[in-house]
């Protein structure tokens, strides 16, 4: 249950949620960007996004560790300056990557945020900081969320007002090989509960209905999922979670 003086989670349930916004690349409209968010906005769905600190220490709205995939630049986010990262070229695009002081006033409170820290898993907790710092004056609904427990007890610490999430799956293929057998256990089993005390769950629908998820549900826990990329997921998805986040279609 919400915290004392915590806002209400029924935002992040209400609609469907356009993830990393209402993208189309055939047309131009490139995830992460402020024509995505407009597109939203315009649908009315809530905006899943991504964050990323920059080498001077800005919230940038970027999903990659590296540039190359959506962007004419190479290496990683982490060595560039805030400055860099706005000459950089996205590819099949006019937009600019935004920091995530540009977004907050893009969006200005018209539909709900769901907001995902990206993590190097190397503790470091200033990018939780600086999104903490901005968003605590911002009136519009939103929340924020991440794979890594560490980021998300950092949230709870610094700002145990604002609604916080765990994005997960069931962590039993080779992408997890990197992290300590501690580490992989405690994203397997939740054992991170007692100290991030998540408001709601995001997550991976391929892998639902799973027992530990069912289980935060049934004790009133809001579960999301991610990706939808089709009616047919949806369908499925919807039968063990409460919303979706969905991409290349309208939910």
């Known amino acids: 249950m919400p915290a ?3 806002p209400a989670v029924n935002f992040l349930t209400a609609r469907p949620i356009a993830h990393r916004g209402l ?11 402020a024509s995505a968010f407009a597109a939203a906005i ?3 769905y809530a905006i ?22 959506l962007t004419e630049g190479h290496g990683m986010v982490k060595d560039l300056t805030t400055a860099e990262m706005k000459r ?6 006019t937009d600019k990557v935004q920091t995530l002081a540009e977004l ?3 969006v200005d409170g018209r539909v709900p945020l769901v907001i995902e820290l990206k993590s190097h898993w190397d503790g470091d907790e200033r990018l939780a900081e600086r999104a903490v710092a901005l968003l605590t004056s911002y009136a519009g609904p939103f929340c924020l969320m991440s794979f890594d427990p560490d980021a998300i007890a950092a949230v709870r610490r610094l700002a145990p007002e604002i609604i916080r999430g765990i994005v997960a799956e069931r962590v039993d293929g080779s992408y997890y090989a990197f992290l300590p057998l501690a580490k992989q256990m405690e994203l397997r089993t939740f054992s991170h509960v007692a100290r991030t005390r998540p408001d709601f769950v995001s997550f991976y629908y391929g892998q639902l209905p799973w027992a530990p998820i069912t289980a935060l549900r049934a004790s009133g826990m809001p579960v999301i999922t991610w990706t939808i990329r089709s009616p047919e997921e949806a369908v499925m998805a919807t039968r063990c979670s409460d919303q979706i986040t969905f991409e290349g279609f309208t939910a």
Request: hydrophobic share 30%; glycine share 4%; charged share 30%.
């Open 4 to 6: 004392p003086n915590k």
């Open 23 to 33: 993208h189309d690349f055939s047309k131009g409209v490139v995830e992460n960007t």
């Open 42 to 44: 315009a649908r009315n």
């Open 48 to 69: 899943e996004c991504d964050l990323q600190l920059t080498k001077d220490g800005e919230a940038v709205v970027f999903h990659d560790e590296h540039l190359e995939r």
């Open 88 to 93: 950089l070229v996205i590819r099949n695009s």
């Open 104 to 106: 907050l006033s893009q």
